[in-house]
């Protein structure tokens, strides 16, 4: 199909490529086409990653965080080398268009960076004892090995959310890609080789949730479980790391508000509105998931939304021209296609009546063109559960209070948007909108610098910035003694 992917993939464990009978056909879903195969591991496979990991994790903890960092920009450097390609793989196996692939491959590079440089950062802290003679210490160290698990929507980017903290931190680390999108992970496993990450360091592990994941989940020498995904896995593992108290960070789905007020630069909103909606096919956590406009301007935002939605382009993701690529797989497909259904049972209006369209750009792939829902309940599935496809409500408010109340009537809490020009309602959007993440007058994506968490379902934990890196860091907390002399005071034996 392309030169671009290799003729056979293994998984990696302990700096050796390993494969397996049962081989996963990976397709392209452009096309539909099987474009790889990629080996299935086993539980035991995986416990060999695990092994290599802590085994690996004591010298390559011991190093200096800036020894660290030296192998770490040279993974970001060789990222770099290979974006073009690397990013051709993102749109094949996962079907986003090559332009949103470069993005997300430089982004992968960018994490590497960024992470490096706290390798003069990572600091502890000196306290003041209760006694003289005496200093308290809190160290931050290495918790071990990191088992990440991630989903097919970014599946090169967000290895690299996992894998840079845990490196500069001293961590090892076990990642399991999404079993429909596992090429990504297995081609940067062959830069950490060529930039010498030592063998065991990074495994990559390949194969089911229900296999590969759950051995992760509920491996007793696992220090903590970084995953991200959908709200129903998220629990699922949660609930079986507790058997070993293994904490975990998980960051799951969204259904952001964006809303759109009467005062708001109604170009820009309309444009942002787009773009939050229909990057990646819609298949983003923080994607406009549901837009709320204000009456007075309702009628012309939802016309220029629906011309703006028309003149994208749906296309191959390999075509420079596309704006819009195909759902992931037919199943993802078929259950934005059964809750737009769902949505017009319920009493909404098709404003832009999208769907599988009639002149597809191939015959096998999986497409969805934009569709826009008018005249919805605020009360409806289509209003409180995550869409993730080319598919938005759009929803008249009366008021700043009136969307807030729609906006905060939800389980899920990681992004909402914030249209206005008006300081104190941006100001009150500050203070009271309920999610993790607030963008005001601007679309996503979040900044490495920035802390990606969630409230409610969206998910305990987060990543990225300084607070992203806390969760992979243990601290050590060490009373001193240097008097020469007792300073505490002891029982009276
Ligand atoms: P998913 O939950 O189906 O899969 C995520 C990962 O979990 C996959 O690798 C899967 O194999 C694994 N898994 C499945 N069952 C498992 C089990 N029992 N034990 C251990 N691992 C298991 O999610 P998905 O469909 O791949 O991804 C889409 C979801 O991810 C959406 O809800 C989206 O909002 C969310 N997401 C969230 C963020 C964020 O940062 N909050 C980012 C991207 C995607």
Known sequence: MSGDLRSEYRFFVNGEWVSTPELRPIVDPSTGQVVARVPDATAAHVNDAIASARQAQAAWGRKSPLERAVVMKRVAALIRRDVERLARIVSIEQGKPLKESRGEVGGSAGFFDYFAEFARRIQGEILPSDFPGEQI??????????????????????????????????????????????????????????????????????????????????????????????????????????????????????????????????????????????MNCGQVCICNERTLVHESIYDVFVEKFIAASKALKVGLPLDEATDIGPKVSLAELEKVERKVEEAVTAGAKVALAGGRPQNAPTKGGFWFTPTVLTGVDTDSDIMRSEIFGPVVPIVPITSFDHALSIANDTRYGLSAYVFTNNMRTIMRAVNEVAFGEVYINRVGPEGVQGFHTGYGDSGPGGDDGIHGLETFLAKKTVYLNYSGGQTVPLMPY
């Open 137 to 278: 210490w809190i160290q931050r160290l290495p918790i071990g090995v990191v088992g990440a698990i991630i989903p097919w929507n970014y599946p090169s980017a967000l290895v690299a959310r996992k894998v840079a903290p845990s490196l500069i931190a001293g961590n090892t680390v076990v990642l399991k890609p999404h079993e429909e999108t596992p090429l990504s992970a297995l081609e940067l496993a062959h830069l950490f080789e060529e930039a010498g990450v030592p063998k065991g360091v990074v495994n990559i592990v390949t194969g089911s949730g229900k296999v590969v994941g759950e051995a992760i989940t509920v491996s007793p020498d696992i220090a903590l479980i970084t995953m991200t995904g959908s709200v129903p896995t998220g629990k699922t593992i949660m609930a079986r790391a507790a058997v070993n108290l293994t904490p975990v960070s998980l960051e799951l789905g969204g259904k952001a508000p964006f809303i759109v007020l009467e005062d708001a630069d109604i170009d820009l909103a309309v444009r942002s509105a787009v773009t939050s909606r229909y």
